[in-house]
Nanobody, 125 residues
Framework: VQLQASGGGLVQPGGSLRLSCTGS????????LGWFRQPPGKERDFVAA???????????DYADSVKGRFTISRDNAKNTLYLEMNSLKPEDTAVYFC????????????????WGQGTLVTVSS
């Protein structure tokens, strides 16, 4: 499946942004989907994932968790994945990537076989 992310931009601290990721194939609903992010000069980290039907989700479990501020969802009828981001902080600044996996439960990039090109989110006043 080919993926294309969009929706990034410049937002002030405390603001909100919604990222979208569109898939190109009819089999879009056959994949678990996730979001990763790569801050400037740092490694890429897992953010969140959503199951094939959209009924189950899981989020990053690192200390400065996005859970509670970010919400992942999908609309299979539109072949689109979303990441709603609220209460944004400067440390959320990163290139955000969407990715597809045929497995469930992983937070490892290696388990996601298809990737979008990334969209830059900058949180700054």
């Amino acid at each position: 499946v080919q993926l294309q992310a969009s929706g990034g931009g410049l937002v002030q601290p405390g603001g909100s942004l919604r990222l979208s990721c569109t898939g190109s194939r009819r089999t879009f609903s056959s994949y678990a989907l996730g979001w990763f992010r790569q801050p400037p000069g740092k490694e890429r980290d897992f953010v969140a994932a959503v199951a094939w039907s959209g009924g189950s989700t899981y989020y990053a479990d690192y200390a400065d968790s996005v859970k509670g501020r970010f919400t992942i969802s999908r609309d299979n009828a539109k072949n689109t994945l979303y990441l709603e981001m609220n209460s944004l902080k400067p440390e959320d600044t990163a290139v955000y990537f969407c990715a597809a996996s045929q497995t469930w439960g992983s937070r490892k990039g290696a388990d996601f076989g298809s990737w979008g090109q990334g969209t830059l989110v900058t949180v700054s006043s």
